[in-house]
């Protein structure tokens, strides 16, 4: 095993690179990367230039991927709370249905858009309008995790 990557005891919460939580670490690509994605592809609708639809692409495949190795490492994490914690399991437990969810649907999108690469079609406003709502369902999701991290510790600290 790499010195640099370890996990921590049963009795601790996380998996950690150089002392660095991954799943906090990565998540921060797709949060970015899916809101971008949606700037892309609606600037491809209003535009119609192709490399908007290309760029649209590009950033949903790094969210689609970033994001499942964030969910597994947040599945890693998540399964070592202790039952002795009940409320920061069940909060863990809907911030994860959110934000798989979420990938889910975007996974589906990007399988939908990897059969058209590279002639790339311009979005439906309805899509626009979806993926909008998939942009404030993450949002949501992501700040139930954030209060993980920073009213119950985890992720942060060895308890």
Do not use: R
């Amino acid at each position: 095993m790499l010195p640099c990557l370890y996990l921590y005891s049963l009795n601790s919460f996380v998996m950690k690179i150089f002392g660095h939580p991954l799943h906090i670490m990565l998540i921060h690509f797709p949060s970015a990367l899916f809101p971008m994605e949606l700037v892309c592809y609606g600037l491809y609708w209003y535009t119609g230039q192709p490399s908007f639809g290309t760029a649209a692409f590009y950033t949903l495949s790094g969210g689609v991927v970033l994001g499942w190795l964030a969910t597994v490492f947040g599945a890693i994490d998540m399964i070592k709370i202790p039952q002795s914690k009940p409320e920061v399991l069940k909060k863990a437990l809907v911030h994860g249905s959110i934000n798989v969810s979420v990938v889910i649907v975007y996974t589906v999108f990007f399988a939908k858009l990897a059969g058209m690469y590279p002639q790339i079609q311009p979005p439906f406003v309805s899509l626009l309008v979806v993926k909008c709502l998939l942009v404030l369902f993450m949002i949501v999701g992501n700040y139930i995790g954030g209060s993980l991290i920073l009213k119950h510790k985890l992720g942060v600290e060895n308890e």
